[in-house]
């Protein structure tokens, strides 16, 4: 049976929808994403964090640490840690997910997998969904470390947004 010529156009009118629509998802689901870059450099002892910048981003999108290595040991190990309400930390390393009492975790990634944290050339972790997360607005401080044992600290600031 053979398909008339507005039957191929229809068709074909259906087909680019339905492409353009996906393309349109693609785009819309990245839509929000944050990058944010961490430079390393040669410090007095070793590789220090020497440019991070605070944050500011939606429920439900993905933050990615981009980690831009200058120093001379190129293998260095970046890990993001201690996420709490408080300026003031205790924590002499990065290795605890969280710091405080009764702090939320904000990311999906499982608290205890520190390989997802733990990276060196870029940490992409994806803020939780808004009914899992209290609030309109938090404000979390955290430590971004190097070193083997995540020793060598650095602190900015992560805003979370409905």
């Known amino acids: 049976m053979a398909l008339t010529k507005n039957v191929r156009i229809a068709v074909a009118f259906v087909g680019a929808v339905v492409v353009v629509a996906a393309g349109v998802s693609l785009l819309w689901r990245g839509y929000g994403?944050?990058?944010?870059?961490?430079?390393?450099?040669?410090?007095?002892?070793?590789?220090?964090?020497?440019?991070?910048?605070?944050?500011?981003?939606?429920?439900?999108?993905?933050?990615?640490?981009?980690?831009?290595?200058?120093?001379?040991?190129?293998?260095?190990?970046?890990?993001?840690?201690?996420?709490?309400?408080?300026?003031?930390?205790?924590?002499?390393?990065?290795?605890?997910?969280?710091?405080?009492?009764?702090?939320?975790?904000?990311?999906?990634?499982?608290?205890?997998?520190?390989?997802?944290?733990?990276?060196?050339?870029?940490?992409t972790l994806t803020i939780k969904k808004d009914s899992d997360l209290p609030g309109d607005r938090l404000t979390y401080y955290f430590d971004i470390c190097t070193g083997v044992n995540a020793e060598w600290k650095s602190d900015p600031l992560l805003v979370i947004e409905r």
């Not at 001379?72 to 890990?79: D, G, I, Q, S």
């Not at 702090?103 to 608290?111: G, L």
């Open 33 to 123: 994403d944050v990058k944010t870059n961490v430079v390393l450099e040669n410090g007095k002892e070793r590789c220090e964090v020497t440019a991070k910048s605070d944050v500011t981003i939606k429920k439900e999108k993905k933050l990615s640490w981009i980690i831009d290595n200058q120093c001379r040991n190129k293998n260095e190990l970046v890990t993001v840690g201690n996420f709490r309400m408080a300026k003031a930390s205790s924590a002499t390393d990065c290795l605890q997910p969280t710091e405080g009492s009764g702090v939320t975790w904000p990311f999906q990634e499982h608290i205890d997998d520190r390989s997802k944290r733990q990276k060196k050339d870029r940490i």
